[in-house]
């Protein structure tokens, strides 16, 4: 059977199935390079790292190949590291061999651009969503020096035997005691090491001013560490601060 409105039907099927190919119609990129930060790359406008997998997407970030090499596109709206280095990270702490403790690690969307540059490092991804475990399993497959832990960054105890010291702790939790899980995890940081909290102000009190929140939490951080910097991440990640610290 067929009538006028399967044929409009097949129509605006076939309308959309060529606005979303041309949709995805790669941009033009302009020549990649180093840029000011170790280990990550731009074309002057967005930033990139060098994939460790080449060929696999994480996220459904684009992928560019430029001689030898294939870069992935990182992008500050979905990672708040990336945000960070928008916005003018004084340091990154990040090295071809770097350790980190990553608490709050999701599916891996950023704990994958960290893999990428800490290559000979190893990358310890807790996280307390199963659902989200999954997707760091999968992730750990194709990237061997992610290890992923299915643990809540409360109960330190249930990785401490699996973690050793380690050179960077970056948090991304949106828990209302996002600081104390900070604090508590610092003993995973060696002396020198630094440590990056991304403080999500909605979820410590949706109803206080983000700026006082911050200010907050940078005099607690400060009675044990040093606080180096304090980044606001607007326009990226409204309502969030990185406050980036270094271990004595």
């Not at 290559?119 to 992730?139: M, N, P």
């Not at 508590?184 to 001013?209: H, I, P, T, Y």
Request: hydrophobic share 40%.
């Amino acid at each position: 059977m067929w009538s006028a409105g399967d044929h409009s039907r097949r129509i605006r099927s076939t309308e959309r199935a060529k606005a979303h190919k041309l949709w995805s119609v790669p941009r033009v990129v302009s020549e990649i390079h180093r840029s000011d930060v170790p280990h990550v790359f731009t074309d002057t406008q967005r930033l990139y790292t060098r994939n460790a997998v080449p060929g696999v997407a994480v996220y459904g970030e684009r992928l560019v190949r430029q001689g030898n090499e294939e870069y992935r596109e990182w992008n500050p709206r979905r990672s708040k590291l990336a945000a960070f280095l928008k916005r003018g990270a004084a340091v990154f702490p990040f090295q071809a061999d770097t350790d980190v403790l990553y608490l709050g690690a999701a599916q891996g969307t950023t704990v994958s651009h960290v893999a990428d540059v800490c290559r000979e490092g190893t990358i310890y991804a807790v996280e307390i969503s199963r659902r989200a475990f999954q997707k760091l399993i999968d992730l750990s497959e194709r990237r061997p020096n992610v290890i992923p832990i299915l643990a809540d960054a409360r109960a330190t105890e249930g990785y401490e035997r699996l973690v050793g010291r380690v050179g960077v702790l970056y948090q991304d939790v949106a828990q209302r005691d996002q600081v104390s899980i900070f604090l508590e995890n610092l003993s995973f940081l060696r002396a020198g090491g630094f440590g990056l909290l991304c403080l999500k102000a909605r979820s410590v009190d949706v109803a206080a001013n983000p700026r006082v929140l911050y200010a907050e939490a940078r005099r607690t951080l400060a009675k044990s560490v040093t606080v180096v910097q304090v980044v606001e991440l607007d326009p990226y990640e409204r309502d969030h601060a990185a406050i980036l610290v270094e271990k004595a």
